[in-house]
């Protein structure tokens, strides 16, 4: 079993930043990629952004240019600087990660969910 772990949450005015991390512990993981999503009060869950294991990236249309997805392949980490932000960033977000994990001694495609952090934008 794969375990995601996120910090970095908060409460921030709008303008401010916040860098969310995600740490991959339990089994033996390697990730083919690695996304954030988040979900908003009342609201769907959103992809926000992706990495895969080549470095390339993507971005919702609405946090392009303000934030950035990067990872650390060795530790299996993956970070989200949120710069500029704004009241309608407010959500939970979740760390999501998809790969090969070890169970049971060989590896299997898995999929697995952090718990969530929540991030507040006051205006």
């Known amino acids: 079993q794969v375990h995601l772990v996120e910090s970095g949450g908060g409460s921030v005015q709008a303008g401010g930043s916040l860098r969310l991390s995600c740490a991959t512990s339990g089994s033996r993981f390697s990730f083919n990629a690695m996304n954030w999503y988040r979900q908003p009060p009342g609201k769907q869950r959103e992809l926000v952004a992706g990495?895969?294991?080549?470095?390339?990236?993507n971005y919702a249309d609405s946090v392009r240019g303000r934030f950035t997805i990067s990872a650390d392949n060795a530790q299996n980490v993956v970070y989200l600087q949120m710069n500029s932000l704004k009241p309608e960033d407010t959500a939970v977000y979740y760390c999501n990660a998809d790969g090969l994990a070890m169970i049971g001694g060989s590896w299997s495609f898995a999929n697995y969910w952090g718990q969530g952090t929540q991030v507040t934008v006051s205006s």
């Open positions: 990495i895969d294991s080549g470095g390339s990236t």
